[in-house]
């Protein structure tokens, strides 16, 4: 199973940026995505969850309020939305899929997608 993480890009800060996740051999509705971000030197941190019934999410503090995972099943797409970026985000982003309700560790992972945030 192969996912694709797309989207990416380079905005000013204050901008927004939708990223996109999909997959080719899965149908995304039967999986929680969890999208995860690594920055330079840093180590990959998880930063929101899409629950597998598209009835709640979960967001990392420090993304809360400013970024939304949404599904659009006919198109087997998870999408992060993503506003009121800011240089800290700058990041390579990517989304994971775990064939439970919530995300885990992430039993699917796809390329990831470069997000870089100008002050």
């Known amino acids: 199973v192969q996912l694709q993480a797309s989207g990416g890009g380079l905005v000013q800060a204050g901008g927004s940026l939708r990223l996109s996740c999909t997959a080719s051999t899965v149908t995304l509705r039967y999986y929680a995505i969890g999208w995860h971000r690594q920055a330079p030197g840093k180590k990959r941190e998880w930063i929101a969850c899409?629950?597998?019934?598209?009835?709640?999410?979960t967001y990392l503090d420090s993304v809360k309020g400013r970024f939304t995972a949404s599904r659009d099943n006919a198109k087997n797409t998870v999408y992060l939305q993503m506003d009121s970026l800011k240089p800290e985000d700058t990041a390579v982003y990517y989304c994971s899929a775990d064939e439970t309700e919530w995300c885990g560790v992430g039993h699917y992972w796809g390329e990831g997608t470069q997000v870089t945030v100008s002050s």
């Open positions: 899409i629950n597998r019934s598209d009835d709640d999410r």
